[in-house]
């Protein structure tokens, strides 16, 4: 004999059932490109450690503290001042990457990186934004006009 299950009536109300927000694109590109920075702040100090560019505790003692940071900032994007932070980081990275051969390049790339994210991303958002607009905008047109019909029957 085959066991049977009855399927419980379950219905979902569409008011109270919120959609969720969209994360921002700027957040998540910007994310990853610090958490990616990070790890290469690593290995650029064990570089430094290892070309002895400057004493053990003080490439350590930076290297750690700036991939440290880096790896945290990605956590507080989308705060105010955190887009600051992440610029700033940029600019750290590329004025301390001059002590470490061929780093500069490295730090240019992040950069670029970085620049490209905020801008893209912020773009995507934007357009992400003028979407939801319209599509609420259309959604009370035919809502509206849907009334009226019925009305006039």
Not at 17 to 38: Q, Y
Request: aromatic fraction near 10%; glycine fraction near 8%.
């Amino acid at each position: 004999m085959a066991k049977t299950k009855k399927a419980a009536n379950v219905q979902i109300s569409g008011d109270s059932a919120k959609p969720a927000k969209p994360r921002s694109i700027k957040r998540t590109l910007g994310s990853m490109v610090l958490a990616f920075e990070s790890f290469v702040v690593f290995f650029g100090t064990l570089v430094a450690f290892g070309l002895k560019v400057a004493d053990a505790k003080t490439v350590w003692t930076i290297g750690l503290i700036l991939s440290a940071i880096m790896i945290m900032t990605p956590g507080y994007l989308g705060r105010r001042g955190s887009y600051v932070l992440g610029w700033l980081l940029q600019l750290v990275m590329v004025v301390l990457s001059f002590y470490v051969p061929w780093m500069p390049l490295i730090a240019l790339v992040f950069a670029s990186m970085w620049a490209w994210g905020m801008i893209a991303g912020g773009t995507i958002d934007l357009a992400r934004k003028a979407m939801v607009s319209t599509q609420e905008a259309n959604i009370t047109i035919d809502i509206t006009e849907t009334a009226t019909q019925k009305e006039s029957k």
